[in-house]
Nanobody, 128 residues
Framework: QVQLLESGGGSVQTGGSLRLSCAASGYRFSGNSVGWFRQAPGKEREGVGV????????YYADSVKGRFTISRDNAKNTLYLQMNDLKPEDTAMYYCAAECTVGWGSSILLRPSYFKTWGQGTQVTVSS
C-alpha cells in the first residue's frame, strides 16, 4: 500500500521560511516523478513544483520560482520543499503527490490528475 506523509507546515510571517517533508512508503520511490501541489480555500489545486525520479530536472510554478526549491532523497524515500521569502498568497494546504501516470514533462505540473497517490496535506499559513 502506497502511503505519503507530509510534515513541516505551520504559521509564519511574511518573509519567513518553512521546509516541508513527505515520507513515502510502499512503492519504488526513486523510479517515479513526484511533486508538491497546493490548494487555497475556494481555489483549484495547483502545481508548485515537480521533480524527476533521479532528482533532476525540476519544474516550478512561476509564482514560486526563485523562492521555493524541491528536492528528494531517494535513499530516505523522502521529498522536500524548501520555501523561502514566504508571502500571504502562499497560504494553502500543501500536498505531496506520487505515482505519476505519464512520462516526464512540464505538463505534469499543470495536471494533478496525473498523480495517483496523495498525502493528507500540511497547512501553511503566512501572515502579513
Amino acid at each position: 500500500q502506497v502511503q505519503l506523509l507530509e510534515s513541516g507546515g505551520g504559521s509564519v510571517q511574511t518573509g519567513g521560511s518553512l521546509r516541508l517533508s513527505c515520507a513515502a512508503s510502499g512503492y519504488r520511490f526513486s523510479g517515479n516523478s513526484v511533486g508538491w501541489f497546493r490548494q487555497a480555500p475556494g481555489k483549484e489545486r495547483e502545481g508548485v513544483g515537480v521533480i524527476y525520479g533521479s532528482g533532476s530536472p525540476t519544474y516550478y510554478a512561476d509564482s514560486v520560482k526563485g523562492r521555493f526549491t524541491i528536492s528528494r532523497d531517494n535513499a530516505k524515500n523522502t521529498l522536500y520543499l524548501q520555501m523561502n521569502d514566504l508571502k500571504p498568497e502562499d497560504t494553502a494546504m500543501y500536498y505531496c503527490a506520487a505515482e505519476c501516470t505519464v512520462g516526464w514533462g512540464s505538463s505534469i505540473l499543470l495536471r494533478p490528475s496525473y498523480f495517483k497517490t496523495w498525502g493528507q496535506g500540511t497547512q501553511v499559513t503566512v501572515s502579513s
